[in-house]
């Protein structure tokens, strides 16, 4: 199941309370090679281009991310391993293994890991603005702060389940009981196609609907027109 959420009255409204101040620190920082230690967790910077960052992160059972919205980007949030409860201020989402939620700008949301052995999620960016984080409420007193400051930034990488980014051509990366493969070529469907996330070029989908860069679609509804001659995609399968 893949959610899709627009922002409603009461995101618009509580964002008009709230100081929106994007940092230019985070939005130009080069997180590659290095994670982010949150008190729910962690995360570290998987891949970026020009359009999307993609982000891995950690969270610890029963520990959340802070109510915060994003003011603008769009952020899909696909979990890849554990329980995951989605919660914006007018709906609660379960998601399990390749199961996302695409939350618009100005949707105010919080994770949380449900499930013992705790959550490991896939948070695509759209586009790549780290700075770009308004926190409401938050459990760990971070309410009204930007994004962490380099102190809370590590590279002793056998401290975390750390897996970074292969840089050779498209290749697929194995995790758990999934497979993710980043590709610019057209998906080819197999069984076991769960979903695809287009991160470069614009398609549409059988309809002929715009699909957006960063935007988690089932397999079923994925691309079929091309409108240029450079795309890629991240395709998720499920391993059997």
Known sequence: ??????????????????????SDFANNFDYRNVVVNKPWGYE???????????????????????????????????????????????DKYILNPLEAVVLEPCVFHSSKAVSDEGAFIMEIETPPMKGDLIRM????????????????Y?????????????EKD???????????????TKPQATSNTIMIVPISGLVKNSNRQIIDVGEAVPYNQS??????????FLIFNRIK
């Open 1 to 22: 199941m893949i959610y899709k959420v627009f922002p409603s009255l009461n995101d618009f409204e509580n964002l008009s309370r709230l100081k929106v101040e994007s």
């Open 44 to 90: 570290y910077l998987w891949f970026q281009n020009e359009k999307v960052a993609i982000w891995f992160l950690r969270v610890t059972k029963e520990q959340a991310t802070s109510m915060h919205c994003h003011a603008k980007k769009r952020t899909s949030l696909i979990v890849l391993d554990g329980q995951v409860q989605c919660t914006t201020f007018d």
């Open 137 to 152: 409420h938050d459990a760990y007193g971070r309410q009204n702060s930007g994004y962490e400051k380099s102190k809370e």
């Open 154 to 166: 590590s590279k002793d990488f056998h401290l975390y389940d750390f897996h970074p980014f292969e």
């Open 170 to 184: 498209y290749a697929s990366w194995k995790f758990k009981n999934l497979e993710i493969t980043l590709s610019n």
């Open 223 to 232: 691309c079929n027109e091309f409108q240029d001659n450079s795309y890629q």
